[in-house]
């Protein structure tokens, strides 16, 4: 049974309907992305996965159980936490306020205390903030602190919306790497990306998403040298 | 000199009183952003809940306890049997029904809901058996005032919690006009059921002394009372409480993450809905001591229940929060005792019948000059 499975998923924003009925599949233990242009439903669907929206049919299976309707802090007990677009920065705490937020739900201090020690060493930079208010950080930093307050919660599923989104060239690749590293080390992860080209680089398979529809999907290396592909998304004539 | 202390006194004590009423609003509006138009109602009730348990605790004229109502037994009951009933339906016929009806059939019938309200009006009804007890008793008198004070805060705090989850909670996702015009709606209903005959009533009352009012010293010509030394320990203990609530526990966390982004804090695992609930709870709690702490220092005046004296005072409590920066716990803190002094020293050294004006002078002048308040910040997100 994959970790993760969309069954024909619809959702509505008041009268428009921003997924049309979109299937998707998460395997264990890989990176999948989800791609496409602005609009497309990319962070819909986390939404929806999430329980933040409401769905309006279709179903979605983690590890075998149902999460429609079910409430977003249930569905993080369940085991997925979610860096949302945008980052979602308490920036009226600090640093290591947000951290413990992401193990909110945890009483194992002793894990707890094992799990900030890899933040840390992910994101050194995270580690010399602790004490600045959050709202204070960079926009990269800020990213970081996304990514490591949701590794908090010791997710079995990792939904990262954007995780590349206005930063500088390199601290994309150092991003992506991390996000190649958290994989190794076991994490099931369901990315969204703008950057097609880093996505599929880094993810084992691929959906394109195209106003609410699923248009494409194939192993992420396949996608990137699909001509469609190279021409939508990757800018490559 | 002894004008100076006098007025400094009262000022601090009544603006103590402010300050306990305004971080319910505060609170509340940092979570929901929206002004509980209600609160100031739940300050009443919790003065009238004050002064109806006393009586029933045995504080009359007579010495002999006054009976509960008939019909409060009959509620109680009623919750009791509910509750449970809902509850298990919940558990057992539910699940069945949604696998072959399909996802029409909701969740939840609010048994929790209705269990924890009847689990909480018994503890209630039980400390009111306390209060009798230590009423009668000649050792544990004095101790009946603490009990009447923690029944007042979690009867309000019941209230806050029902308000809440009856007429706030459905509309979650209604237009932030729709909450407001219901918060006045219960506020009017308040005020109104408040006067009926089996509840309070429409006449005034007297409360009675729960303790001696004694003067503990003399400075400078100054009597301080007990009374004001007692409830103006109680305010400040309270906010001590409050304030370790928030910035130092879990829950607390909780508060402070739901108050900046209800979306982002569920997805942490917080229960936004739980919290919000909780915020009601203790808000209200607040305004209960805030309502007993008034009928203690001031015993008559217990005017009835719709009286535009109580709503004057809500208000200005209403402009403490507002002035501190509304959303912010030490501003209402803050603001509570500013206003409280600021009042008492306009009526002492300026004109008396201006009261109320210096009051509402200083929420023009803060809202034009510094309109987040005085610890409020203009919040600043980067995208
Ligand atoms: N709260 C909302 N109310 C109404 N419509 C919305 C809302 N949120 C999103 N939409 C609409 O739903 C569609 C999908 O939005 P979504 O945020 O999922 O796009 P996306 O693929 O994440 O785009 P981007 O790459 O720009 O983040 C868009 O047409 C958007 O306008
Ligand atoms: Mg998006």
């Keep these: ?237 | 000199m002894t004008k100076f202390l006098q007025t400094l006194m009262d000022g601090i004590s009544i603006g103590s009183l402010y300050a306990l009423i305004a971080l319910g609003y505060t609170m509340v509006y940092g979570i929901l952003r929206f002004i509980n138009f209600a609160h100031s109602d739940i300050f009443v009730l919790g003065a009238w809940l004050s002064f109806s348990v006393a009586l029933c605790a045995g504080w009359t004229a007579s010495g002999a306890p006054l009976l509960f109502p008939t019909w409060l037994w009959t509620v109680l009951i009623v919750v009791s049997v509910l509750g449970p009933l809902l509850y298990v339906v919940e558990r057992t016929a539910l699940p069945a029904l949604r696998s072959s009806l399909g996802p029409r059939v909701p969740h939840a019938l609010a048994g929790g809901f209705v269990v924890t309200a009847a689990v909480w009006a018994w503890v209630l009804v039980g400390l009111v058996f306390l209060a009798r007890a230590t009423t009668a008793s000649a050792s544990f008198r004095p101790l009946t005032g603490v009990v009447i004070l923690v029944i007042a805060m979690g009867g309000c705090g019941l209230a806050g919690y029902l308000i809440e989850r009856l007429a706030y909670k459905p509309l979650r996702a209604a237009p932030r006009l729709n909450v407001l015009i219901t918060a006045i709606g219960i506020s009017l209903f308040l005020q109104n059921s408040g006067q009926l005959k089996f509840l309070f009533g429409t006449q005034p009352q007297k409360m009675p002394e729960l303790m001696e009012n004694k003067p503990l010293a003399v400075v400078a010509g100054v009597a301080i009372n007990r009374v004001d030394v007692i409830g103006a320990g109680t305010a400040v203990a309270l906010m001590f409480a409050l304030e370790w609530l928030v910035f130092h526990t879990r829950l607390g966390r909780a508060m402070q993450a739901v108050s900046y982004n209800t979306r982002v804090a569920s997805l942490m695992g917080i229960d936004v809905d739980r919290v919000i609930s909780f915020t009601f709870v203790l808000g209200s709690a607040l305004a209960a001591a805030a309502g007993f702490l008034f009928v203690m220092k001031l015993p008559g005046a217990l005017r009835q229940p719709a009286d535009t004296g109580w709503v004057l005072l809500g208000l200005k409590a209403f402009v403490a929060a507002v002035v501190g920066g509304i959303g912010n716990i030490r501003g209402a803190m803050l603001g509570g005792l500013f206003i409280g002094l600021l009042e008492y020293f306009g009526v002492a050294y300026l004109r008396p019948e201006l009261r109320d004006v210096y009051v509402f002078v200083l929420l023009i002048i803060v809202l034009l000059v510094r309109p987040s308040g005085l610890l409020g910040k203009a919040t600043v997100e980067k995208v």
Aim: net charge neutral.
């Design chain 1, 1 to 237: 049974m994959a970790l993760l499975e969309i069954r024909d998923l619809q959702t509505h924003y008041g009268a428009i309907e921003a997924l049309h009925g979109i299937s998707l599949t998460v395997e264990r233990g890989q990176i999948v992305t989800l791609i496409g242009c602005n609009g497309a439903g990319k962070s819909t669907t986390l939404r929806a996965i999430s329980g933040l929206i409401p769905v309006t049919s279709g179903s979605i299976l983690f590890d075998g159980k149902p999460l429609v309707g079910v409430a977003p802090h249930e569905i993080v007990k369940l085991g997925v936490a979610h860096a949302p677009e945008g980052r979602g920065i308490f920036a009226n705490l600090t640093v290591d306020e947000n951290l413990d937020l992401g193990s909110y739900l945890r009483r194992d201090r002793d894990g707890i205390a094992r799990d900030r020690e890899r933040v840390f060493e992910l994101f050194p930079r995270i580690r010399e903030r602790l004490r600045q208010n959050a709202g204070t950080l960079s926009g990269g930093e800020q990213q970081m602190l996304a990514i490591g307050r949701a590794l908090m919660a010791r997710p079995r599923l990792l939904l990262l919306d954007e995780p590349s989104l206005g930063l500088a060239p390199q601290v994309v690749q150092t991003i992506f790497r991390i996000i190649r590293e958290i994989n190794a080390a076991g994490t099931t992860i369901l990315l969204v990306e703008q950057n097609a080209h880093m996505a599929l680089q880094t993810a084992h398979f691929a959906y394109v998403l195209e106003v609410g529809e699923i248009v494409m999907q194939d192993e992420a290396k396949k996608l990137a040298e699909s001509d469609e592909v190279r021409k939508a998304y990757l800018g490559v004539a």
